[in-house]
């Protein structure tokens, strides 16, 4: 008897289980989906300050333009042109299909109401370069929300690339003088934007190095 309880368990313990063999006989399938969930994991973060503060280089790029055209001035703008008007700009790094960007979108607004003469916001839709979302959901969202705010896309993937987007949303602040002020990876609550901004328009002089 004693000689059947071993070789039983030695069978269990050299045998796979179940999740082990369905690994085995889907492996590619298997890999794709670890790919694919490290880069939502990645892309998506859900509601965590990150505490970075990166004073890295500004960097350019096209934005066609879903909503406020008469205040960027525009249906297809530069970014430049709006850090040339004199004012803090706030940019937003969200997509259509991340809870977190539409948990966080309502509180931008808010801020943006009490800020809009002072500050510039941008909303830039990067869903269909992260795979969370295509442009005809990004407006649907606009629209569902009642977001007001400015709020476009750009022509490709470079603005993700140049300033360094690993999670979404992320926000990204530019003094009045148009350099990085503040960088905030993951879901901003109201008051975190709202002394942020405070922050930014109290200043003398460039973002703090």
Sequence with gaps: MA??????????????????????????GTL???????????LVGYG????????GKVSDFDVEVYQGQDVLGGSNIRFSDLLAQGKPVVLNFWASDCPPCQFEMPAMQRVYDRHSDDVIYLGLDVGIYSGL????????LLQALNIT??????????????YS??????????DSQ?????????TISERQLEDIVNEMLNQDGPGPT
């Design 32 to 42: 794709i989906i670890a790919v694919i969930a490290v880069a939502v994991t990645l």
């Design 178 to 186: 148009g350099q990085i002020f503040q960088r905030w990876a993951g």
């Design 165 to 174: 987007i690993t999670s979404m949303p992320t926000t990204v602040f530019f």
């Design 48 to 55: 965590v300050y990150s505490g970075i503060r990166d004073w």
């Design 149 to 162: 705010y400015p709020a476009g896309i750009p022509p490709d993937g470079g603005p993700m690339i140049d």
């Design 3 to 28: 000689s059947k309880v071993r070789a039983k368990r030695q069978r269990s313990r050299g045998a796979p289980g179940r999740g082990a063999r369905v690994a085995l006989r889907g492996g590619s």
């Design 133 to 140: 979302g295509t442009r005809q959901s990004a407006i649907s």
